[in-house]
């Protein structure tokens, strides 16, 4: 089986590899580099220098892999990026998405194409409508879900145009260890191992710590886009979640427990977002009754995976 990985060098890109090649001893795995980012150095896989910007690129690509499967996984994911880079954002998760459904149209046979949704394209729902379900009107609260919803629209359109094998999944927050510190549990753990190691005072700066969110590790979630591309209906939208809402604030609970650490909160103006959601939680049933998926690593175990990741870089 022939796999193509959009966005390789990204956290999932990395792990969807390895899940793949876990999954399937033929794998045959291309993986493309957004254009400021390094190539990661993962066995057997191939790596195709490829701008998402650039639909001439994407064709070059897929005529040369042949792919069964394609993962769009080349998304800015970061909604605090989102509000100080709208424009970077739009470019890589509306454009970027637009060149590459447009790229595989062309080609004289038509893969399974994944591509990466958000939880977040839900937005604020009253609390009774929790948890969230793919039949949920979406109502984006800041430019990346905007984005994300876009995408979904559009590939909604290009199912219908030229019946193409198109899959939307939606992870909710993902974290998991070598996450960026831009994210707020991979940030708190970064912070945790400083004050750790003697390096910062026990002091955690923080954004709003009550909102609740729906946390499943990445090694997880990868899982999900190899079963959706398996098992997965063409044009069908699914959620991947833990399926379990937490309050931020008891994650930092987790991450003093695991540090035998008492720590002072601030709240930083510039962490608080202009407009956020109270709390996301997924709806997994559809995902899991089609490809019998489901969360599987808990949440503690993630934390202290990231914590460890941490410890070993400040």
Same mark, same amino acid.
């Given at each position: 089986?022939?796999?193509?990985? %959009? ?27 957004? *254009?400021?980012?390094?190539?990661? *150095? ?61 790229? %595989? #149209? ?13 939880? !977040?394209?839900?937005? /604020? ?5 929790? *948890? ?15 984005? $994300? ?27 998991? *260890? ?5 994210? %707020? ?17 026990? %002091? ?7 909102? !609740? #969110? ?8 990868? /899982? ?6 398996? $098992?997965?209906?063409?044009? !069908?939208?699914?959620?991947?979640? #833990? ?27 510039? /962490?608080? #977002? ?21 969360? !599987? ?18």
């Amino acid at each position: 089986m022939n796999y193509l990985i %959009v966005g390789g060098t990204s956290l999932f890109g990395a792990g969807l590899a390895e899940c793949l090649q876990s999954r399937d001893s033929s794998a045959v795995i291309t993986a493309t580099k957004l *254009p400021t980012e390094q190539a990661l *150095p993962l066995a057997g896989v191939t790596w195709a220098d490829v701008d998402v910007l650039d639909t001439l690129s994407i064709i070059d690509t897929l005529n040369a892999c042949h792919p069964d499967m394609v993962f769009n996984l080349a998304v800015q994911n970061s909604v605090g990026y989102a509000w100080s880079n709208p424009g970077a954002t739009v470019d890589v998760n509306v454009t970027g998405a637009l060149n590459l459904m447009d790229a %595989v #149209r062309q080609l004289d046979y038509q893969p399974v194409v994944v591509l990466a949704g958000s939880g !977040e394209e839900y937005g /604020r729902m009253p609390f009774d409508e929790l *948890p969230l379900a793919e039949d949920a009107k979406p109502n984006p609260g800041n430019i990346f879900a905007a984005s $994300k919803v876009c995408q979904t629209m559009m590939a909604k359109i290009y199912r219908r145009a030229y019946n193409m094998r198109l899959i939307v999944l939606r992870t909710f927050n993902e974290i998991g *260890p070598g996450q960026s510190a831009r994210f %707020v549990v991979s940030n708190f753990c970064r912070q945790f191992a400083l004050i750790e190691a003697g390096k910062a005072e026990p %002091v955690i700066h923080t954004g709003n710590v009550n909102i !609740e #969110r729906d946390f499943t590790d990445v090694r997880d979630l990868v /899982r999900a886009f190899a079963l959706v591309a398996e $098992k997965g209906r063409p044009g !069908e939208v699914y959620n991947a979640g #833990r399926g379990h809402a937490v309050p931020i604030r008891e994650v930092l609970g987790m991450l003093e427990q695991l540090t035998h650490l008492k720590v002072e909160l601030h709240a930083d103006a510039d /962490r608080i #977002r202009p407009i956020d959601t109270p709390k996301f939680e997924a709806d997994t049933t559809k995902i899991t009754a089609d490809t019998g998926w489901q969360a !599987e690593i808990p949440l503690e175990q993630t934390v202290e995976d990231m914590l460890n990741y941490w410890r070993q870089r400040v």
